[in-house]
């Protein structure tokens, strides 16, 4: 059963946060509780705090950042997470380099939960204005809400794990 999931992208400062706090927020909702966190595959925004443009559109939705500093992903993560779910193949080609033998399964592509988005990826909106922002939102959107009718179809409900953000 899934219960522990990360996210992961390239700082930590805009994708992976977003999609952890929606999930949070999402999960919430419908009762499923999760261990939930975000991490990078860099090293280079490490201690920094969200990106404000990721913070404004998640606020737009009605979704909270949980307090939240970049980290780089560690190798008790593999243990820690069920899911290790990358932003773009990059993210998870890396993830799968990093991961234990065992635990190279536990890697996926956020929007492969997704029948109609299988094999899209999230694109860094951190280049971008607002709108690429926006536009990275409505791509997490739908990956978390497919993840979750997964979730939701495996029997997760409330109660079966314990919240961590």
């Given at each position: 059963m899934i219960r522990a999931i990360l996210f992961?992208?390239?700082?930590?400062?805009?994708?992976?946060?977003?999609?952890?706090?929606?999930l949070l927020r999402r999960a919430a909702d419908r009762g499923i509780v999760l261990i939930v966190d975000s991490a990078a595959t860099?090293?280079?925004?490490?201690g920094n705090q969200?990106?404000?443009r990721a913070v404004a559109e998640l606020e737009r939705h009605g979704v909270r950042m949980p307090a939240h500093r970049a980290r780089r992903v560690l190798p008790e993560d593999f243990a820690r997470f069920d899911l290790l779910v990358g932003m773009t193949r990059a993210h998870c080609e890396a993830?799968?380099?990093?991961a234990p033998a065992d635990a190279a399964h536990k890697v996926?592509?956020?929007?492969?939960?997704?029948?109609?988005h299988a094999g899209r990826e999230v694109p860094d909106p951190w280049y971008g204005r607002q709108q690429a922002f926006v536009e990275a939102f409505g791509m997490i959107e739908t990956g978390v809400e497919a993840l979750?009718?997964?979730?939701?179809?495996?029997?997760?409900?409330?109660g079966q794990a314990t919240a961590r953000s």
């Open positions: 992961v992208c390239t700082g930590n400062i805009c994708r992976s946060p977003m999609a952890h706090a929606l860099s090293a280079e925004e490490q969200p990106d404000p993830l799968v380099r990093l996926r592509l956020l929007l492969d939960f997704s029948a109609d979750l009718s997964v979730l939701e179809a495996a029997g997760c409900r409330a």
